[in-house]
């Protein structure tokens, strides 16, 4: 039910990034999903990949600062509200989220939300609960 | 004062020093012993080869009493400069040491050209740091109108300023042209006030700077030279003429040494610093290593004066940073990084002036235990080490979190500071 994630740092200079996706290129790495948090000084490349261990393996040999993550993809329906209703279960649940992002495409008619929780057990549990979808790492893997 | 006169002072002087060293001072009497050397070896200026050099280590060896030279109920006064390992280094002074280096400093003031008519704003920091206190009491003995207003506060600063009237400024060459900007914008026109004379030092400037000060002020811009260890400011002031700072050298002997071979060099040679005290009582130092690199001009000034001059200091034999007045080693940093629960940091230091400010950035190579995905981990880390630095170095740097590699590796020393100030 966890999917890993990739975190890269990147500091803000320019084609640091173009570095990063180029070499996952190289290695046949497909990205999934992405995000980027910044400051004014870095930035933190935030990733799902198709094979994880073999991004975090040559991002790492190419000298970047890298960690794996565990976060959940869950699946939030497409329409006004759909996300909301997400949200409203785990805020009932006391569950903070640390941050969110969309994937690139949807494997089903519904959107697909990256969640990075705290308590991410506690999460699946409670969206399990409430017959909300949260994906397997592999079906994520192979989208 | 003749140079013969000025040798034959030193050497009475010395001799009573060495004398006070070795009946109080263990350390001292330890290290003569060791190299076979009596007291009375000691005759004149000519035999100070012969005696052992102190290095600021034995300081810190000694810390926090040790090197005194009278018990402590003889100080009237404790100073204390930043030390590398958390503990500073430690000076001492008799009221007689108080009362010299008063004469001393308001000499130095003297020789700027201040008299008992002129209003003397303090702007060096006071407190444990010799600057503020120093320039304090020798401004007082002169006669003038003290402001001790310390450092900061600078629109404050510029009000007194113009309300005072004050016409001496000291404190740091920084400090000097972050209030010189300030005014501009205050719409102050300093060169129109009553400010005449600025005795900067504490850190180290170039005459690019004195030129920068002299015009944006409309003031003669004075280089005071010192160091806690062998008194505070006032050790080397330059004159009217200025150029080069004359050494107060009844209170001090100086001398250039090879800081490899530690031999004596000639006068006219760049080398290390080296001073011993003369009428010191509390904490007389033997030939103290200052780790600053200048060179010593015995041709007489065009002001008469005979003491030896020294230039501006160069640079120093050991990679201490002096940043808006206070020293920084890298080896703080480095602890304080350390502190954090890393293992070998990669780190450089990035000195630049900001405006009229030094400013310094500490980079940081992001390290796969301290990375996170959250920004506000590494935030939070930022803003920790920030703290810390804060309170162990007591001035603020900004932590600048860089990719890995990115700090140049060297075969030998690391390459820990980039200093972009054109000093």
């Known amino acids: 039910m966890k999917v890993k994630q990739i975190s890269v740092f990147l500091e803000n200079k320019s084609g640091r990034l173009a570095n990063v996706t180029e070499i996952l290129g190289r290695n046949n790495i497909n990205i999934r999903a992405l995000s980027i948090a910044d400051t004014s000084d870095f930035g933190i490349l935030r990733l799902i990949v198709n094979k994880p261990d073999e991004a975090y393996a040559c991002l790492k040999k190419a000298g970047f600062t890298v960690s794996a993550t565990e976060v959940i993809a869950v699946e939030v329906q497409d329409h006004p509200g759909g996300l909301a209703a997400v949200l409203k279960i785990l805020d009932a649940r006391g569950i903070n989220i640390e941050y969110l992002y969309a994937f690139l495409e949807k494997s089903s008619d519904a959107a697909l939300v990256v969640f990075r929780v705290e308590q991410i057990d506690e999460a699946i549990k409670v969206l399990g609960e409430n017959a909300i979808n949260v994906l397997k790492g592999e079906d994520v893997y192979k989208l | 004062m003749s140079r013969e006169g000025i040798r034959e002072l030193q050497g009475i002087r010395l001799q009573e020093t060495v004398r006070r060293v070795y009946d109080n001072v263990p350390f001292y009497q330890k290290a003569f012993r060791e190299i076979g050397l009596e007291p009375g070896d000691i005759k004149s200026v000519d035999d100070l080869s012969k005696l052992p050099f102190t290095v600021k280590q034995d300081l810190r060896d000694n810390y926090p009493f040790d090197l005194f030279a009278v018990p402590k109920s003889e100080l009237v006064r404790v100073h204390a400069s930043s030390g590398t390992t958390g503990k500073p280094i430690v000076v001492g002074y008799t009221q007689n040491d108080i009362n010299n280096w008063a004469d001393l400093m308001a000499r130095c003031f003297a020789m700027a050209g201040a008299t008992k008519d002129d209003t003397v704003q303090i702007a060096y920091g006071y407190g444990l740091f010799t600057g503020g206190l120093g320039c304090h009491y020798g401004a007082e003995r002169l006669g003038a109108t003290v402001v001790p207003i310390s ?11 113009q309300d005072f009237g004050t016409t001496v400024l000291a404190c740091t060459p920084s400090y000097a042209l972050y209030l010189a900007e300030e005014a501009v914008h205050m719409g102050i026109d300093l060169p129109a006030s009553q400010l005449r004379i600025g005795v900067f030092g504490a850190e180290p400037w170039s005459d690019n700077m004195r030129k920068e000060l002299e015009n944006k002020m409309g ?46 060099l000639p006068y006219g040679q760049k080398g290390e610093l080296v ?3 003369l009428l010191k009582e509390a904490f007389p130092v033997i030939r103290y290593r200052t780790r600053d690199i200048s060179v010593l001009i015995e041709e007489k000034c065009d002001c008469g004066r005979t003491f030896v001059r020294m230039e501006r200091v160069a640079g120093r034999t050991d990679d201490m940073l002096i940043i808006r007045g206070v020293n ?27 405006g009229a400010m030094d400013d310094l950035e500490i980079w940081v190579e992001v390290s ?13 880390l930022e803003r920790k080490l920030r703290n810390e630095i804060q ?31 054109e000093l």
Do not use: W
């Open chain 2, 151 to 161: 450092g900061g506060n600078t629109k404050r600063q510029l009000m007194l300023m």
């Open chain 2, 275 to 277: 001073f011993t005290s």
């Open chain 2, 368 to 380: 796969d235990k301290m990375f996170s995905d959250e920004i506000r981990r590494l935030e939070e």
């Open chain 2, 328 to 354: 920084v080693f890298p080896s703080q940093i480095e602890s304080v990084l350390l502190a954090i629960g890393e293992t070998e940091p990669h780190y450089q230091l990035v000195v630049d002036r900001k």
């Open chain 2, 391 to 421: 309170s162990v170095l007591g001035i603020s740097a900004k932590i600048k979190l860089v990719e890995p590699r990115t700090i140049p590796r060297s075969e030998g020393k690391a390459k820990r500071i980039v200093d972009k100030r």
């Open chain 2, 219 to 264: 003031i003669d811009a004075y280089n005071i030279y010192g160091l806690s260890e062998v008194i505070g400011p006032g050790v080397s002031m330059e004159c009217q003429c200025k150029n080069g700072m004359h050494i107060n050298e009844d209170y001090f002997i100086a001398e250039v040494v090879d800081p490899e071979t530690l031999e004596p």
